[in-house]
């Protein structure tokens, strides 16, 4: 209690130190009736009392009791406590039903609190419900970039930006983030955690890494899969092309396409090594044990094309074959430096299928052109039975100018071959 030196008692409440007409930094809690005090305050919980606004601390005033609401001439800061892990809180209001914690004015930047989740925005709500997101960064800017920055300014061995996500556990959801156009499409990057934890990438609408999967990355094995996130082991790279599309007049196909490509070479020195827009290695296959007999290729083309449903492919191919190549080579020259096998089995053919002469030619003029059966059994080099040889043209010779010492029987023609000891043989032809 305190009184003053007039007479009158006047109740109230004030803070250690403070005298009746105290320092602007008193507080004083008063009655209605008398409300004159400095820095006079209505008792909460006390009716009859109310808050003075007499000697209220102003911005010029200032001082480490008090944050003043119109500001102070070089900033304010505000200390949750004195202690050690000690927090400063603060709370939207003291209802139940919460609000927001807004920095600034204008509500741009805030926490809200019913929803805890922290907006930046330029005055834009977001189109991601609370539920969703706990963090949202919107606006609305014609011709500039909304972003979130993440930087390490260190040029530090060590010094890193890591952006982290994560999930609580292998029953848990997938950590991923989602790329979207929206209304148009969506992008999903991220961790199938229900799928063996493969990494994948999807285009499904719902944020779903493991629906819609265009590419996959096992763990551990890093086996790849495009189109298919299934069957990856012991395959290292699985393309799946499945495709369903329109007929029309001059619609291409290109599972896998190389586009026509511009190679510049600079400088003035030939380059001694071969060129080549598509390379591939030969691979070494090896064991931990004696294993023999092992089949192995390179590049391995199971066969042409099928045909489903009512659909049946051309027959004007060369010699009259279905057009469902394994190998389609449109035009240029094929190299084989190894050999050429035709078939493993049952009988195979090389077909020319336009106009003209069909060449085998051996390229160096010292070298024979042969043609072998191979093993000991009946095979035999064959001419087709409705076919002619021609040899050497209606040119009549004797046996004796060109056969065996003796022979004096004119021929129209000769085929010469040597027998399997290099010793030239003649076929006379009537």
Known sequence: ???????????????????????????????????????????????????????????????????????????????????????????????????????????????????????????????????????????????????????????????????????????????????????????????????????????DGSGDVGASTVLTLMPTTLNVGIGTSTDLAPTKVHIQMDKTQASGVGIVYDGFKVAATTYTLTGTTTPTASQNLVAIYQPTYTDASALTNVIAATLYIQNGPAAGGSLSFSTGGPGGVTENYAIFVDDGTVRLDGDLVLGANGAQSILKGTAGALNITQGNINSDLVLTVTGGGTGRVQWGSSRTWTANGAVATTLGSLGPTGANTTVQEWLTFKNTAGTVRYIPAW
């Not at 109230?12 to 820095?39: E, H, I």
């Not at 189109?127 to 011709?143: C, E, F, K, P």
């Open 1 to 203: 209690m305190s009184t003053r030196p007039t007479g009158i008692v006047r109740a109230g409440f004030r803070r250690s130190g403070a005298t009746a007409t105290g320092p602007a930094t008193s507080t004083y809690w008063v009655a209605t009736a008398d409300a004159s005090l400095p820095n006079a305050y209505a008792l909460s919980g006390i009716t009859g009392l109310v808050k003075s606004t007499a000697g209220v601390p102003s911005a010029a005033v200032g001082g480490t009791d008090y944050v003043v609401p119109t500001g102070v001439s070089g900033g304010q800061t505000i200390a949750g406590g004195t202690g050690a892990s000690e927090n400063l809180t603060l709370s939207s209001t003291g209802s139940p039903t919460k609000g927001q914690v807004r920095l600034g004015a204008g509500a741009l930047c805030y926490w809200d609190e019913a929803a805890q989740r922290f907006v930046a925005s330029d005055g834009s709500s977001p189109t991601i419900t609370a539920t969703q997101a706990v963090l949202s960064a919107v606006r609305t800017a014609s011709g500039v970039k909304t972003m979130i920055a993440l930087e390490n300014k260190s040029n530090t061995a060590g010094s890193q930006a890591v952006f982290d996500i994560r999930v609580g556990g292998a029953t848990a959801g997938d950590p991923s983030f989602q790329c979207v156009v929206s209304g148009i499409t969506a992008w999903n990057v991220g961790v199938d955690n229900s799928d063996a934890d493969k990494f994948k990438i999807s285009n």
